[in-house]
């Protein structure tokens, strides 16, 4: 099994870490062609994502704060990660199939979703709203 730690900024009142504090729920995403399994209802604060990918694909995971559509990019198969920049709570780079990383974000009350921005993913159905309460 590979383990992987995600690290990228965050512009959402928090960042990605190596790993995190003990007292950080720890909540299992699970990606796969073309579909993401996650929770629908997560408390605000410190989460752990244990992201699985159970797909033959590389998947990223991006968590955006969003209450409505996401803008595309010109391709139309892609979402604009720069127009989306300032909602983003947390990014997972690409991972290879059967692999396991986690991703640290802190998560204020909203509306978010997890999304895989690989081309053509995302409007495959590599979309999972989630409500922060």
Do not use: W
């Amino acid at each position: 099994m590979v383990i992987a730690i995600g690290v990228s900024g965050c512009a959402l009142h928090g960042s990605t870490t190596h790993g995190g504090p003990a007292s950080a729920p720890a909540l299992r995403v699970t990606e796969r062609d073309f579909r993401i399994s996650a929770p629908t209802q997560i408390r605000p604060g410190d989460v752990l994502l244990s992201v699985r990918n159970r797909g033959p694909d590389n998947h990223e995971l991006l968590v955006v704060r969003a209450d409505g559509p996401l803008p595309l990019r010109k391709d139309g198969r892609t979402v604009d990660e720069e127009a989306i920049e300032p909602s983003l709570a947390g990014v997972l780079e690409p991972g290879e199939p059967n692999s396991v990383r986690v991703l640290k974000v802190h998560l204020l009350p909203g509306r978010y979703r997890f999304i895989c921005n690989m081309s053509g993913h995302f409007l495959g159905g590599m979309d999972a709203e989630f409500v922060v309460k």
